[in-house]
């Protein structure tokens, strides 16, 4: 594992990451923005899972809010992965860092499991609050995780 901390802190990428304030900045913005598209648009859906606002259909609250979820967390997903260039073994020697990272692939473990499984027309109403509430859960957590990131050292 050491050896490819090593390899990844010496790519040019992560060089740039380290040395370039506007770089790293513009990353970070970018990683802010998917966040904000993910969670902006999985909070109501899991509301809607949950059984809030029954009057709109579920089948019209996914077509319209699962697009820019995806958009976002492939967003943060690879400006996430630029931002750990720039430190990739302070990143991995973090405990909080390994928590958010746990978290979020449960919560994509937890759409995965919801939309290839039984998919949402075939799911329970039961395993539709279950996979919304795991989802705000695992989203929120993940959230906190990474923001604490910012002002916690280990």
């Known amino acids: 594992m050491d050896s490819l901390v090593a390899l990844l802190s010496e790519t040019a990428l992560a060089e740039w990451m380290r040395l370039s304030r506007w770089g790293y900045a513009g990353v970070n ?3 802010v923005l ?17 059984g809030r606002h029954p009057e709109v259909a579920l089948e019209d609250a996914t ?3 699962q697009p820019p979820a995806i958009l976002g967390l492939g967003l943060a997903l690879v ?27 449960l919560a994509i473990a937890n ?9 949402l027309a075939g799911a329970t109403r039961r395993h539709l609050k279950m996979a919304g509430g795991a ?18 050292a280990d």
């Open 29 to 31: 913005t970018l990683h």
């Open 34 to 50: 998917g966040i904000a598209l993910l969670v902006g648009a999985i909070l109501p859906l899991d509301m809607r899972l949950l």
């Open 63 to 65: 077509r319209l809010l």
């Open 79 to 105: 400006s996430g992965a630029l931002l750990f260039l720039a430190g990739p073994g302070d990143y991995l020697s973090m405990p909080l860092f390994l928590l958010k990272l746990g978290l979020v692939a």
């Open 111 to 119: 759409a995965l499991w919801l939309n290839l499984g039984p998919g």
């Open 135 to 152: 989802s705000l859960l695992l989203w929120l957590a993940a959230l906190v995780c990474g923001r604490l990131l910012a002002f916690v």
